[in-house]
């Protein structure tokens, strides 16, 4: 089946700092890609849709300037979670869709 | 907005019983898909539902699409320990459209 590749799996930042996390269709182009948060034991929230060439589509209650969305191509979108805070600390999840929905393995943030 | 019900949300079983689990939706769907998630990684697919009525297995795995369009189930035959883990319902309306996943029911098995 189609990959998705999400890279960092794991990342600890200090407070204050900014971290990008990549997500990349590795077989196949996406031109919707999205973001998901999920916190211990909780099902997938959606944070966001990402859009190539355009500018992303935030779920309500999520701060778009807290969490910077790049979908510069085809097979690649980014998040950049800014002046993290420990609360930010959270497994973060991308997909894109090939005839259905395909996740990358998620990252670990850490804010210390 | 759209929500999805899903339970139960958690189940105790012992190896070899059959599990059952199913969603349920305020709204319709045109594609159903069922998901699995261990520990530290993303959801992974188990099954895929386009048609309203449809019945799909995947080795022990079975999910039907309900005929209304606002439910689900997924069957699991004979566990097996690696069947441990958190499964997740999600509907789709349109191809590119977001997904709406439901909480979550997570499998246990006893020794």
């Known amino acids: 089946g189609a990959v998705v590749s999400q890279h960092p799996s794991r990342v600890i930042c200090k407070s204050g700092t900014s971290v990008k996390i990549e997500c990349r269709s590795l077989?196949?182009?996406?031109?919707?890609m999205f973001w998901y948060r999920q916190f211990p034991k909780k099902s997938l929230m959606l944070m966001a849709t990402s859009n190539e060439g355009s500018k992303a589509t935030y779920e309500q209650g999520v701060e778009k300037d807290k969490f910077l969305i790049n979908h510069a191509s085809l097979t690649l979108s980014t998040l950049t979670v800014t002046s993290a805070h420990p609360e930010d600390s959270s497994f973060y999840i991308c997909?894109?869709?090939?005839?259905?929905?395909?996740f990358g393995q998620g990252t670990r943030l850490t804010v210390v | 907005g759209q929500q999805l019900n899903q339970s139960p949300q958690s189940m105790f079983i012992q190896e070899g019983e059959d599990v059952s689990m199913n969603c349920t939706s305020s709204?319709?769907?045109?594609?159903w898909l069922w998901y699995k998630q261990d520990p530290g990684e993303g959801p992974v697919l188990l099954i895929a539902l386009y048609k309203a009525g449809e019945l799909t297995s995947n080795g022990r795995l079975t999910a039907q699409f309900g005929i209304t369009r606002k439910d689900s189930f997924l069957n699991i035959s004979a566990s097996i320990p690696s069947d441990v883990g958190i499964y997740f319902c999600?509907?789709?309306?349109?191809?590119?459209?977001?997904?709406?996943f439901g909480k979550g029911t997570r499998l246990h098995i006893l020794p």
């Open positions: 999600a509907g789709q309306l349109g191809r590119d459209d977001k997904i709406i």
């Open positions: 709204s319709i769907f045109n594609t």
């Open positions: 077989d196949f182009q996406a031109t919707t």
């Open positions: 997909s894109a869709t090939q005839r259905w929905a395909f």
